[in-house]
């Protein structure tokens, strides 16, 4: 199978980040645990979601570590035959400017790090996610993506690309015929299975 893979709250988990880090910058607990932004978690405004991304965004970048197993079920999936692809809408990847290097050099030392290997990288914009991961799984004739984010999920599924969907609180009410929930990267590899046998 081909498989596209997305980073922030797929590979790691990202609203924990949010959370730990929100807490020290803004000093108090978050308001919406159901919510997917900083600025829902913590009811802020934008501006200060983009200071709290300007003070700890690197940080998540350089030190937050990937889910547990995430890393190991990958290289299963690698040894089993399957091809992998890197589709992700981090923050500035897609600028061609210093601050797009540097995000994108972070982001590749950090997949080197944790011993992650796949095919190919291909970053989306965050304004424009749905459109350009589905833009990336069609470049790599892609039969199934694993993402967490619910107009993500559903654009792609609506196009006929089936997801697995990483089980988050902010993603509770998706439902799709080409959309299956998985809880963790074991789950994801008995999905993958399961997948292969039908």
Known sequence: MII????????????????EYGEKYFKRKPINLDGYSTAEIFDCSDKDEFRFGLRYFFTYCKK?????????IISKLNKDGHELYEITARKFVTMKNP??????????????????????IFYCSESSAPDDK???CRKYSV????DDKPEVALHLADNGVK??????????????????R????NDVYEKIIDFVKE
């Not at 937050?64 to 190991?72: L, V």
Request: with cysteine.
């Open 4 to 19: 596209g893979v997305d980073c922030d709250d797929v590979l790691t988990d990202m609203s924990a980040y949010i959370y």
């Open 64 to 72: 937050w570590p990937p889910r547990n197993g995430a890393a190991e």
């Open 99 to 120: 601050l797009g290097w540097y995000s994108r050099l972070l982001y590749e030392q950090w997949l080197k790090k944790y011993g992650f290997e796949f095919k190919d």
């Open 134 to 136: 589905l833009i990336g």
């Open 143 to 146: 039969d199934m993506m694993i």
């Open 163 to 180: 997801v697995l969907l990483f089980d988050t609180r902010y993603n509770q009410n998706v439902n799709h015929n080409n959309i299956v």
């Open 182 to 185: 998985v809880y963790d990267w």
